[in-house]
């Protein structure tokens, strides 16, 4: 094998950090992951320390390499991909955050975009960015901390600070301050970025209150973004890709035709559809967002984002404690005839798509003495399906048609119950890839594109052509059954008090 057949990725996610080394066939040759604290300081808040994320790339960066076996000049190039919208905000000189980072499941700032909502700049807003008035996205963060921390918003208006997604703020560590950008992927779910013009939106900056020197660079996905530091890995390695964790994921399934699906199932759930060049504009609460940008092309997808699937496992490991691994799960979930009424709707921060309810929180109903912590468990397994299918039957009535299969992905794809359950509650075939680690596959790819380790996205497909299929199988009187409790459940967490 040539020495430059390599291709590492870094994927930052919201609750660890893994490094993957690829070979030129996409198959993962070593993997180095490691799980970081999440800070909860009020309710609804949920921050991450950029310092221990800077720590962990380096750290699992460098494992990668060496439980690889080759060093960091063997390696063609890096991929990042990274949870999205999580915010850090930087001081350009010293590269110091200057707060922690407000994570894409914070809430803090709903009662702004209520406030923006009201006087009446969702349609504007929606229409630019594809996106909606939700603490979700980036925008107000940033304009939360410019106000929190003593003298920021000054310091930013005179271009003293940086703003950037974790990509962003990875690729300014990475290469010694030098590089200031991200991609077209991340830039679109700021609320500051017109997908359609393609170009920060002076407009929607300033109703943010986002100062527009403190903005990165925007490129390509695929793209040569600068050199590592050489001190950092060995051996200076090219950044030569990057995009958000679920569109990388969507280009590691190799979804690259119109009407292909994808549904990541990490920390939450996210389902994409290619929509190829055009922009499709939802009525049904699904976001309009880039998918990729390669040779100076977008091709969009529509998204339908849950913000708690496998967040709900892991509190029943952590808050609960009725499980030590989020795997025993799925014998839990297989030993029980049925979930004797037991419904969860996981809205630990509020109700992504298609409800956009920030103040909504989490509902279980049906409990009785003799419910199980097996009924909680296949419960939690149970509402991701649910809300797959809510999502799926809105890109459908947004005009897309029933797609013949979806492509599961992600650390909680593992669980064989709930890929069939999938089956079952949306009638189509359940696809999952032998290696679960698409979202890096996705970034390792986009970098190896740019740098010639693969010629084109026909590459990939061929990567991922192991996969185990799940065919539905429930008779239809018991899906009615359980898809009437789902919606009782779901009423209930939607009514106000
Ligand atoms: N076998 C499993 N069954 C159910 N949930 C699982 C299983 N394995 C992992 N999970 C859940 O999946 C999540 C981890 O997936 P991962 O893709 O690593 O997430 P992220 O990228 O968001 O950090 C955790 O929330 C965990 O509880
Ligand atoms: O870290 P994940 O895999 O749960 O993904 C987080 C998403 O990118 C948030 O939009």
């Not at 991340?186 to 609320?191: D, E, I, V």
């Given at each position: 094998m040539?020495a430059d057949?390599?291709?590492?990725?870094?994927?930052?996610?919201t609750t660890?950090?893994r490094?993957?080394?690829?070979d030129?066939?996409?198959h993962?040759?070593?993997t180095?992951?490691?799980?970081?604290a999440?800070h909860y300081?009020?309710?609804?808040?949920?921050?991450?320390?950029?310092h221990?994320i800077?720590?962990?790339?380096?750290?699992?960066?460098g494992e990668?390499i060496?439980?690889?076996?080759?060093?960091?000049a063997?390696?063609?190039?890096?991929g990042?991909?990274?949870q999205r919208e999580t915010?850090?905000?930087?001081?350009r000189t010293t590269g110091e955050?200057?707060h922690?980072?407000?994570?894409?499941?914070?809430?803090?700032?709903?009662r702004?975009c209520?406030?923006l909502?009201?006087?009446?700049?969702?349609?504007m807003?929606?229409?630019?960015?594809?996106?909606?008035?939700?603490?979700?996205?980036?925008?107000?963060?940033v304009?939360w901390?410019?106000?929190a921390?003593?003298g920021?918003?000054q310091r930013?208006?005179?271009?003293?600070?940086?703003f950037?997604t974790?990509?962003s703020f990875?690729?300014?560590?990475?290469?010694g301050?030098?590089?200031?950008?991200t991609?077209?992927t991340?830039?679109?779910?700021?609320?500051l970025?017109?997908?359609?013009?393609?170009?920060?939106d002076?407009?929607?900056?300033a109703l943010?209150?986002v100062?527009m020197?403190?903005l990165?660079?925007?490129?390509?996905?695929?793209?040569i973004f600068?050199?590592t530091?050489?001190?950092?890995?060995?051996?200076p390695v090219?950044?030569?890709?990057i995009?958000g964790d679920q569109q990388?994921?969507l280009?590691g399934?190799?979804c690259?035709?119109?009407?292909?699906?994808?549904?990541?199932y990490?920390?939450g759930c996210?389902v994409?559809?290619?929509?190829g060049?055009?922009?499709?504009?939802?009525a049904h609460?699904?976001l309009?967002?880039?998918?990729?940008?390669?040779g100076?092309?977008?091709?969009y997808?529509?998204?339908g984002?849950?913000f708690a699937?496998?967040a709900?496992?892991?509190?029943l490991?952590?808050?609960?404690g009725?499980?030590?691994h989020?795997?025993?799960?799925?014998d839990m979930?297989?030993?029980?005839a049925d979930?004797?009424?037991?419904y969860?709707?996981p809205?630990?921060?509020?109700l992504g798509?298609p409800?956009?309810d920030?103040?909504a929180?989490g509902?279980?109903?049906?409990l009785?003495?003799?419910?199980?912590p097996?009924?909680?468990?296949?419960?939690?397994?149970?509402?991701?399906?649910?809300q797959?299918?809510d999502?799926?039957?809105?890109?459908?009535?947004?005009?897309?048609?029933?797609?013949?299969?979806?492509?599961v992905?992600?650390?909680?794809?593992?669980?064989?119950?709930?890929c069939?359950?999938l089956a079952?509650?949306?009638?189509?075939p359940?696809e999952?890839?032998?290696?679960?680690e698409?979202t890096?596959?996705?970034?390792?790819?986009l970098?190896?594109?740019?740098v010639?380790v693969w010629?084109?996205t026909?590459?990939?497909?061929?990567?991922?052509?192991?996969?185990?299929?799940?065919h539905?199988?429930?008779?239809d009187?018991v899906?009615?059954?359980?898809?009437?409790?789902w919606?009782?459940?779901?009423a209930?967490?939607?009514v106000?008090?």
């Open positions: 040539s057949s390599y291709v590492l990725a870094i994927d930052q996610g660890s950090t490094s993957i080394v690829f030129a066939q996409g993962p040759l070593a180095a992951q490691r799980e970081f999440q300081p009020e309710d609804g808040w949920v921050e991450h320390d950029p221990d800077w720590r962990d790339v380096i750290a699992t960066v990668a060496a439980l690889a076996g080759i060093t960091a063997d390696l063609a190039a890096i990042i991909t990274n915010v850090v905000v930087w001081d955050p200057i922690r980072a407000i994570v894409w499941q914070d809430r803090r700032t709903a702004t209520a406030q909502r009201e006087a009446g700049h969702e349609a807003v929606r229409e630019r960015t594809g996106l909606l008035l939700d603490p979700y996205f980036s925008g107000t963060k304009a901390i410019l106000d921390v003593d920021a918003r930013a208006e005179r271009g003293e600070l940086a950037g974790i990509d990875l690729l300014w560590r990475l290469t301050g030098e590089v200031h950008a991609d077209v991340n830039a679109g779910r700021t609320l970025y017109d997908i359609h013009a393609q170009r920060w002076e407009d929607l900056c943010l209150r100062p020197a403190m990165p660079q925007v490129e390509d996905s695929s793209h600068g050199q530091l050489p001190e950092l890995f060995g051996a090219t950044l030569a890709g995009a990388a994921a280009v399934q190799a690259f035709a119109p009407g292909t699906v994808k549904s990541t990490g920390t996210f994409l559809l290619n929509t060049e055009t922009a499709v504009k939802s609460g699904m309009t967002t880039p998918a990729y940008r390669i100076g092309r977008m091709t997808a529509l998204e984002s849950i699937a496998g709900a496992v892991k509190w490991r952590d808050g609960l009725i499980i030590t989020a795997r025993q799960t799925d979930a297989t030993r029980i979930n004797h009424g037991v969860m709707v809205a630990f921060v509020g798509a409800h956009w920030p103040d929180r509902t279980i109903v049906g009785t003495f003799d419910t199980e097996a009924h909680l468990a296949r419960a939690a397994l149970e509402a991701v399906a649910y797959t299918l999502l799926i039957e809105a890109m459908i009535a947004d005009g897309g048609a029933v797609p013949s299969a979806i492509r992905d992600g650390g909680m794809a593992a669980n064989a119950w709930l069939q359950f079952d509650v949306l009638r189509i359940v999952r890839p032998a290696h679960l698409t890096a596959l996705g970034a390792a790819f970098a190896g594109l740019a010639g010629p084109d026909d590459a990939i497909a061929s990567a991922r052509k192991e996969k185990t299929c799940y539905p199988a429930m008779a009187d899906r009615d059954r359980l898809l009437s409790g919606r009782r459940a779901l209930a967490t939607t106000r008090m």
